[in-house]
């Protein structure tokens, strides 16, 4: 089963061996309802989830302070098919690889790499070298994951775009 990164521990949180984290998934809702995480490898059952100004979770196997106090650093994963992803949204790691086509059918090139930002920009190999292309609504793509193919308005997309130097 894939395993995504999905936070990093940041330090203890009070003396129940509850965790402070750092949410990398695209919000809170998406870890919520989690079960089971890997640290290190090994499984943890998630006692509870919970967040107010920052994220926290407990699990079972942590029973203090001290135990926790061992986990700072320590990078959080959890089974891709256990996050929740709104519909439209899609794990970057599904994303890269796809070709980027046009309307017309017309191959462009393939995601290479994925900078997650407000707008995210997306690195693209093409014939003609890399490009660089913030992600906007404009540009009307549709994803078909299953296919590993992007399609997207070929003006709206070409007018975007840098090539690397």
Request: glycine share 6%; proline share 2%; aromatic share 10%.
């Amino acid at each position: 089963m894939d395993k995504l990164l999905i936070a990093v521990v940041l330090k203890p949180q009070g003396i129940r061996g509850e965790l402070k984290i750092k949410n990398y998934t695209d919000d809170f809702h998406s870890i919520s309802a989690l079960k089971e995480v890997f640290i290190d490898g090994v499984s943890y059952q998630v006692l509870k989830v919970r967040c107010d100004k920052d994220a926290f979770i407990l699990l079972r196997g942590i029973a203090d302070r001290n135990a926790a106090e061992l986990f700072r650093g320590k990078e959080i994963y959890a089974n891709k098919s256990d996050i929740r992803k709104p519909k439209g949204r899609y794990f970057i790691s599904d994303v890269i690889g796809c070709s980027v086509c046009f309307e017309s059918g017309e191959v462009f090139g393939k995601v290479e790499e994925i900078l997650s930002a407000r707008t995210d920009i997306y690195y693209i190999s093409t014939q003609n070298g890399r490009v660089i292309a913030p992600w906007l609504k404009s540009y009307n793509a549709k994803f078909d994951i299953e296919n590993r193919v992007i399609t997207v308005c070929e003006q709206e997309f070409l007018k975007e775009i840098n090539y690397e130097s």
